[in-house]
């Protein structure tokens, strides 16, 4: 992935209201993507996202059309929201619909929401 995908705007959710959304939407109404690399989620992470590290395109690229739905809410998370719009702007070309980059990534969701999570 590169900067190409980089082309249009794409739709943005703060991390309160990803908050809310995880405690008040069933599960089941949309997908959480976390595209950091393995070991920056065993620093920190939300329960519940699917590991797609960017790294790795070339081993999920194809797989991810077939185990998610494109018609369905779509939420990507990284760090701080750059490698995320990356993710959203290649999800969108490949034909999904309702995507959503999380701002500020899990570094704000750590500041905003939940201290918990550690800051790396």
């Given at each position: 992935?590169?900067?190409?995908?980089?082309?249009?705007?794409?739709?943005?959710?703060?991390?309160?209201?990803?908050?809310?959304?995880?405690?008040?939407?069933?599960?089941?109404?949309?997908?959480l993507?976390?595209?950091?690399?393995?070991?920056e989620?065993?620093?920190?992470?939300i329960?519940?996202?699917?590991?797609?590290?960017?790294?790795?395109?070339?081993?999920?690229?194809?797989?991810?059309?077939?185990?998610?739905?494109?018609?369905?809410?779509?939420?990507?998370?990284?760090?701080?929201?750059?490698?995320?719009?990356?993710?959203?702007?290649?999800?969108?070309?490949?034909?999904?619909?309702?995507?959503?980059?999380?701002?500020?990534?899990?570094?704000?969701?750590?500041?905003?929401?939940?201290?918990?999570?550690?800051?790396?």
């Open positions: 992935m590169s900067e190409q995908f980089f082309t249009q705007p794409i739709s943005e959710i703060s991390v309160k209201e990803l908050e809310q959304l995880l405690q008040t939407v069933p599960r089941n109404e949309f997908q993507i976390d595209v950091r690399e393995p070991q989620i065993d620093l920190a992470e329960e519940g996202f699917i590991n797609y590290p960017l790294s790795q395109y070339s081993q999920w690229s194809e797989q991810i059309l077939v185990q998610l739905d494109p018609n369905q809410e779509t939420i990507v998370l990284c760090h701080h929201g750059v490698r995320s719009a990356q993710m959203c702007q290649w999800l969108i070309k490949q034909g999904f619909t309702k995507v959503k980059n999380i701002i500020g990534g899990i570094d704000a969701y750590s500041i905003l929401v939940d201290s918990q999570i550690p800051r790396y």
